[in-house]
């Protein structure tokens, strides 16, 4: 009787420690996030150039996102977030006027692999992008293959400093063109998040 008592009383105590770790290491963010976009077009090279044939990026231009997002963190090592941002999209091969405007849907998954390096996370994702403007390419792009709805995917590398902001690198890709078989958008990014919840919660560091 008195070993089953103590057996109890180990397991309820490791129980309610292992709560109170799982309390510690489960944080949720959500907050504003901006981002420098260096964009492109990958496109059929008849579309700027009559008599070539082929594929090639077009010239990058200096561009922005500007959304919102949030992530839960399962664990130390292991968050997954979505983010919701509004993006423009132009080329050096486009007119000034001529540009791609966005609202982008995008889940994705960030890990930390390391063991002694910390806050250092890899992350995926895949979303979805509603196109409310898109430039005008003339006779060489039929407007029944300028697709609303397209597929971007999402690499990352980012560190985050706790409770503060995390600083993010990578790239935005289409997996499915914004023009039938001859234009997709692509993006080099360097973004910030700033977790206002936690910011102005009273967390500690």
């Known amino acids: 009787m008195g070993k089953g008592l103590i057996c109890c009383l180990i397991f309820l105590f490791s129980i309610n420690t ?21 964009t492109s077009l990958y496109v059929a090279n008849d579309i700027f150039y009559d008599d070539k044939d082929g594929y090639s990026n077009s010239g990058f231009e200096p561009n922005y996102g500007l959304g919102i997002y949030g992530i839960y963190y399962l664990k130390p090592k292991i968050g997954i977030g979505a983010e919701l941002f509004y993006d423009r999209t132009t080329s050096s091969e486009l007119e000034d006027d ?3 405007n966005s609202l982008t849907l995008l889940p994705y998954v960030n890990y930390d692999p390391f063991r002694r390096v910390r806050n250092l996370y890899f992350g ?12 005008e390419y003339g006779s060489v792009v039929k407007e029944e293959d300028i697709r609303v709805i397209t597929v ?3 690499l990352s590398a980012s560190y985050r400093i706790r409770n503060q902001v995390t600083f993010e690198l990578g790239i ?3 997996i499915m063109e ?8 692509n993006a080099l990014f360097f973004g910030m998040k700033v977790p206002l919840n936690r910011v102005f919660g009273g967390y500690r560091y």
């Open 18 to 38: 292992y709560c109170q770790q799982w309390r510690e290491i489960r944080e949720f963010e959500v907050g504003p996030m901006l981002n420098y976009h260096h």
């Open 98 to 100: 001529n540009h791609y």
């Open 124 to 135: 995926a994702g895949i979303g979805v992008s509603f196109i409310q403007e898109a430039p």
């Open 152 to 154: 971007p995917v999402k």
């Open 172 to 174: 935005y890709a289409e």
């Open 178 to 185: 914004v023009v039938m078989d001859q234009v997709r958008r």
